[in-house]
């Protein structure tokens, strides 16, 4: 039932357009909205792949219109920001990796916590030093645009709630805030099935996109890509359920070097960049129409 | 006023009162000793005790008042997204001090008899739970929920123990369907209410033990908020984040609720640890790999 609800309101979509703004949704339009207009229009392939995919069940021009200024700020964001996002994965990524890959708790747990992302930051500040721990992870190769279609498709109620948290992490004022956000939008963006399989890593992997939340909201320019982490988390759970489905076992370390992969593949690539945001505006924006129409009452009999 | 200051102001109203009082009672019995899961029995079984004797403590219960008034903080932020919505970031301010005094409204409302909702609802609650999943899909997301708390206590740093309590809200959700669209709804504000909670138990070395009560508190007000909408009253967040409120009051303010709370947690994270126990035998194997 909370399913086809969900998908009601997505066909819904176009005619209740405009009819809330979430909580800084508006900030967050208009910091994109007609920025760079018409300037990618040839460059992102995702305006094509929009209008294709809601062609005839999306009807409301004013929803497309939307739907391509949103790419196109959000295009112009990470066109921007490219460059040090791409700085910020080469550190992130084996920070993340270490954090995931060490034990919760005792005095590696208080190093972790506490200094690598200390030591993250200066990094980043000073652009000082590649992280030594770099060459410890092997980035897979074997998989290679396997992601290519995630940004399509119908999202569940808990991807959208994952993506819903993500950006309040991503604008909130608080710290601790921001990660206690990150760390719901993390369980939210594991599937039923994932669940099942990744339940014993659950916990690092929180604390993984604890830590690289905190990486990315330390510089404002950075900050909105905190919105790309539910689509990190989602592909390192894909990644280490094919692991398992191929026999292989699923252990803390391979856990923390796919992060680890991931984490850099979506942080240094643009396109890749602007295709985890972009989704997650749409989400946000959906799952904010859904908190704010009044709930339906129960069938009774 | 700023949000922040909304919520000390919360804060503050309960902390001049107890904390005190709580050092002057543990001090001596608990300094040094704050240290994994002995400190954690040693706490719990002392309120055991209490609960034994059906004892009031009143210290605890104001602790427990103090929590469920640091959950209601999580409307400050509601205020603030219907005032953005009807005047900008003007409407924004006004909203979050609107929603702070909402607040205060409804902190007059939480219970002021001692254990005023005392039983009131846990043979409902009981049955709640058995009718909404199935007892064996259950153990394994209830297991890691307990054992997120038991992360959070331990946690060396306010942002991850916050990143772990946050990560509960969507397993509530999973585990009790029914109330799963409430949840979706309010969850902005149930994080908050729940991470303000956290950050106050983990102020003290003589509260933070009772972090590992929250998953308790999370699922009870879960099948709260799934019992009001199979009664007809669908759950807003501001209905929400006062169900998390009085849960809060209910289960941190009473030695028997929290010692059954710890009781079930220490049980759930034990088997969750069992349940990992092949895995961890395979990182062993990995680590002497490496």
Redesign the interface.
Known sequence: M?TR?YEEEFELEGELEGE?????E?EFESEFEGEFEGEFESEFEMEGEFEGEYEGEYESEEFLRRLRGIARGVGGFVRRAAPILRQVARVAAPVVGRVVGTA??GPA??MI??RLGSLAQRALSESEFEFEAEGEFEYEGEFEGEFEMESEGPMT??E???E??AS?AARTQ???????????A???SLS?VD??SL??M??HL??G??VLT?ILRRRRITRPAVRAVPTIVRRTATSLARRAAAGQ?????AAARTMATQTRRVLSSPRTCAAAIQRNVRATRT?AR??TR?????V?G | MSRAMLEYELESEMEGEWEGEWEGEWEGEWEGEWEGEYEAEEFFGRLASLARRAAQNPMLRRVGLAAARTALGGLGSLGSAVGRQLGGAQGADWGRRLGGAAGRYLTARLPQAEYEFEGEYEGEYEWEFEEELNPIRRVYPDALMEHLGHAATEAESEAEAEAFIGAMIPMAARLIPRAAPAIMRSAPQLIRGLAGVTRLLRRSPATRQLVRTLPQVVRRTAASLARQTAQGRPATPQTAVRTLARQTARVVGSPQQAVQAYRRSRALDQRHHQSVGPAAAAVRRGAVAM
Do not use: C, D, H, K
């Open positions: 909370a609800n809330f703004e979430f909580e800084g508006g919760l708790g747990g208080a916590g506490g109620q808990q959208a709630m994952a819903l948290m309040v608080s710290e601790a805030e921001a990660e206690a956000m990150i760390g719901a993390t369980s939210a039923r669940r099942a339940r014993r659950l916990p929180v604390r996109t604890a905190r076992p699923v252990t803390r370390r799952a859904a908190t009044r709930p339906a009452p129960p009774r």
